[in-house]
């Protein structure tokens, strides 16, 4: 069976775990703590993931690089990231998300059942080191929402009832795996339209962020 390693707060494990869902393949699903690095290294040369193990035993990160392979007859639309119109456009939202999402979860995420004390410590230096003491992450709460509430009301424009599509697509997958991670944060709720498409893509993709905690099994069948 094809083994999947993984964060569960990564958008980019998320991207996969969504489209395992959505493509219906089953997988074992493998979480690691933040500090585990040996284990990766020795798969892939690098501290990377998501990583996938196919059956054949070869391992692979990226995580649009896994999507292509699992996705060979092309269900999730992945032709629209060869118009590079297109690409940047996608890659300006999401860095126009990504950076107050950000922000304002890695406090929080640090607290889930994801983390203990040793794999906090870790991400929380290495973290900060990008984005500055989480103490002031905190502090500055307010203006991430700010900014945050702009991106998010101008965004569902877009939405139809996918993004500038009406079935989903890697776009869809690609935003949601970084707007999902905001419903840990209880200061923030988002827009009716927005809340709406975010159920339509979980049902498309069988998706439930934080499964790992309570399935009594590692296996995701579909």
């Known amino acids: 069976?094809?083994?999947?390693?993984?964060?569960?707060?990564?958008?980019?494990?998320?991207?996969?775990?969504?489209?395992f869902g959505a493509l219906s393949?089953?997988?074992?699903?493998?979480?690691?703590?933040?500090?585990?690095e040996k284990s990766l290294i020795e798969m892939t040369g690098t501290k990377m993931l998501p990583i996938?193990?196919?059956?054949?035993?070869?391992?692979?990160?990226?995580?649009?690089?896994?999507?292509?392979?699992?996705?060979?007859?092309?269900?999730?639309?992945?032709?629209?990231?060869?118009?590079?119109?297109?690409?940047d456009e996608l890659n300006n939202l999401?860095?126009?998300l990504g950076s107050?999402?950000?922000?304002?979860v890695m406090p929080y995420w640090i607290y889930t059942q994801e983390f203990d004390e040793t794999s906090r410590e870790y991400f929380q230096k290495k973290k900060e080191v990008k984005r500055g003491p989480f103490k002031d992450l905190m502090k500055n709460k307010k203006d991430f929402l700010k900014i945050l509430a702009k991106e998010i009301m101008s965004f569902q424009n877009y939405l139809g009832p996918f993004y500038k599509s009406e079935t989903l697509t890697i776009q869809d997958i690609m935003i949601?795996?970084?707007?999902?991670?905001?419903?840990?944060l209880p200061e923030f709720q988002f827009p009716l339209k927005v809340h709406e498409y975010l159920?339509?893509?979980?049902q498309e993709t069988k998706f439930?962020?934080?499964?790992?905690?309570?399935k009594d099994s590692n296996i995701r069948e579909f």
């Open 199 to 202: 159920q339509r893509v979980k």
């Open 176 to 184: 949601a795996s970084h707007l999902w991670g905001l419903y840990v």
């Open 1 to 19: 069976m094809i083994e999947l390693y993984h964060y569960i707060h990564c958008p980019f494990c998320v991207r996969v775990r969504m489209a």
């Open 94 to 96: 999401l860095d126009r």
């Open 25 to 36: 393949v089953s997988y074992k699903s493998l979480p690691l703590p933040y500090n585990e």
């Open 100 to 104: 107050p999402i950000h922000n304002l």
């Open 208 to 214: 439930d962020y934080h499964e790992d905690f309570f």
């Open 52 to 87: 996938v193990k196919w059956q054949d035993g070869s391992a692979q990160n990226e995580s649009l690089d896994i999507i292509k392979k699992l996705d060979s007859e092309n269900k999730l639309k992945l032709d629209v990231l060869d118009n590079q119109e297109r690409v």
